[in-house]
């Protein structure tokens, strides 16, 4: 009986090892560096939340971490509108 066991257990273990490999459009993914991300003017994000309120959407800001001067700060790279939630 524990012999059984331990073979099963050794088998469901094994399985669990290996990933499946992805293939398709999602296979490759690219880093974008910090270098190739522009930072939002202030103009550009007041604006951007303006479009989404004016549509009846809600803005959402995406930020990203960039060092200026050996300190890291957030910058805002995206404004997206996304619907508003309503109970």
Known sequence: MKTYLLICLTCL??????SPQVQ?????????MDK???PMTRNE???AINECEANNTRAVVINSRRKINNF???VT???TCAPKYRF
């Open 72 to 74: 890291s700060t957030e």
């Open 13 to 18: 273990l094994t399985a669990c090892q290996t």
């Open 24 to 32: 398709g459009p999602d296979a490759k993914v690219d880093l974008v």
């Open 45 to 47: 994000i007041i604006m």
């Open 77 to 79: 790279v995206d404004v």
């Open 36 to 38: 190739n991300i522009q």
